[in-house]
Structure formats: C-alpha cells, structure tokens
C-alpha cells in the first residue's frame, strides 16, 4: 500500500493551489483520510481529515479557506487551498487509516504519502 502526493508549489499570498494523493495497493477499505502539514522548525500538524462517512475537520487557521475532499471509489482525498498566506508554506503530506486484507485476516493501519511541498511567497 502506497500513497501518492501532487499538487505542490510555488504561488503567491492569495492564491490557490489544490493537493491530490492517491492510495493503491491492496487496498480492503480506507477509514479516515487527510492531510498534515510540517513548517521548517516546526511540529507536523493537522491540516484537514475526512472519515469514510461524516463531518470532515479542519484546523482552525485553514477554516474557510481549504476544502477537504474525497473520492472512494478512486481511494483519492483532496485539498484545495485558496486565500493562501505565507504562514502556509510548508511540506504538506497526505495521511490515511487502511485497512488492508492479509493471509490471516485484515491489517488496519496509518500510510503516509512522501510530501509535497507548498511555498507562499512573493
């Protein structure tokens, strides 16, 4: 199992940018998926989560701002991100719980993407 980031950049304060990941493998089913965010010197946090079925959340310094989404069938999540601020700028890395099948049952566990970063400058 694997997930795939894209969509990073370069752009400037006020624009937008929209992430995709894409989960593949052996996939049974995916739980939650989201995206986390780590700034140089910083702690990696909680950008955005959305579970199979519910209320999607969202960091109180990204709220109205990005739009978390997700396609099942194609075991894609989404962020689109627009008002983008330099205090933005970070490495942004995809995050979802699978559930996995295994010779002895099923394998439920947290997959990271590699990281694609965002830079808000001018």
């Known amino acids: 199992v694997q997930l795939q980031a894209s969509g990073g950049g370069l752009v400037q304060p006020g624009g937008s940018l929209r992430l995709s990941c894409a989960a593949s493998?052996?996939?049974?089913?995916?739980?939650?998926m989201g995206w986390y965010r780590q700034a140089l010197g910083k702690q990696r946090e909680l950008v955005a989560s959305?579970?199979?079925?519910?209320?999607?959340h969202y960091a109180d310094s990204v709220k109205g701002r990005f739009t978390i989404s997700r396609d099942n069938t194609a075991n894609t999540v989404s962020l689109e991100m627009n008002t983008l601020k330099p205090e933005d700028t970070a490495v942004y890395y995809c995050?979802?719980?699978?559930?996995?099948?295994?010779?002895?049952?099923?394998?439920?566990?947290?997959?990271w993407g590699q990281g694609t970063l965002v830079t808000v400058s001018s």
């Open positions: 493998g052996n996939i049974f089913s995916i739980n939650s």
């Open positions: 959305i579970p199979s079925g519910g209320n999607t």
């Open positions: 995050h979802a719980v699978i559930v996995r099948p295994t010779t002895w049952g099923k394998f439920t566990g947290p997959y």
